[in-house]
């Protein structure tokens, strides 16, 4: 009976050593990459709270339209300013003698003169009868009416006006009608027809002679 006879492998040291650097490595390396791509941490940001702002259509414009004198008056500012005009002085062509003449000035056809200014007053051509208020006569009550009378160059009355009435509110209207019914001739002032002017008085006594409506 024949016997089998297994060697044994020898070890071989070196090659061990080799082997389990290049384990080493390649596990370091495997973690290197593995590192690389580690997920990020997402970041928390804070909300910033949101700005709005309003602002009314007529506000707006109202800024606006008060801005456009603001940059007028600014520009207004900043332009030169205009010089100054000389006035010139006005040379007269009148001759020296004749610069201070005195100036003859016609005679003024509006004016109504007083009885003091007059050559001749206006004089009455007509007689009125004057009318007594029918009350006052039967209450037999006495007044008198001062009245102002203007008259043209003619003669005519333009106008008339109480200045007195003695009691107020009883004889005026019987002292305008009875007035505007009279007739003049003109005043004369450097013989010439003008204007004047005079005020009479009315006297009502219901003892005399009347007329009583």
Do not use: W
Not at 28 to 38: E, N, P, R, T
Not at 173 to 189: G, I
């Amino acid at each position: 009976m024949s016997t089998a006879t297994i060697a044994a492998p020898c070890p071989h040291p070196q090659q061990d050593l080799r082997l389990g650097l290049g384990l080493l490595v390649s596990i370091g390396l495997h973690l290197a990459v593995l590192g690389s791509f580690a997920p990020a941490i997402p970041r928390f940001v804070e909300p910033q709270p949101l700005e709005v702002e309003i602002r009314r259509e007529g506000a707006g414009a109202g800024t606006e339209l008060a801005a456009e004198p603001q940059s007028e008056l600014a520009a207004a500012a900043a332009a030169p300013a205009a010089p100054a005009e000389v006035p010139v002085p006005a040379v007269s062509t009148t001759p020296p003698n004749e610069r201070h003449a005195p100036v003859e000035l016609g005679m003024s056809f509006d004016k109504y003169y007083t009885a003091r200014e007059l050559d001749q007053r206006a004089a009455q051509s007509n007689d009125v009868q004057l009318v007594y208020p029918k009350t006052a006569y039967e209450m037999r009550i006495m007044g008198r009416v001062r009245l102002k009378i203007l008259i043209s160059e003619h003669g005519a009355i333009d106008a008339v006006s109480i200045l007195e009435a003695e009691p107020a509110g009883v004889f005026e209207e019987s002292a305008l009608a009875a007035t505007r019914a009279l007739q003049f001739s003109p005043a004369v002032k450097d013989g010439r027809n003008v204007k004047s002017q005079k005020v009479i008085e009315v006297v009502f006594n219901p003892y005399e002679s009347i007329n009583i409506p």
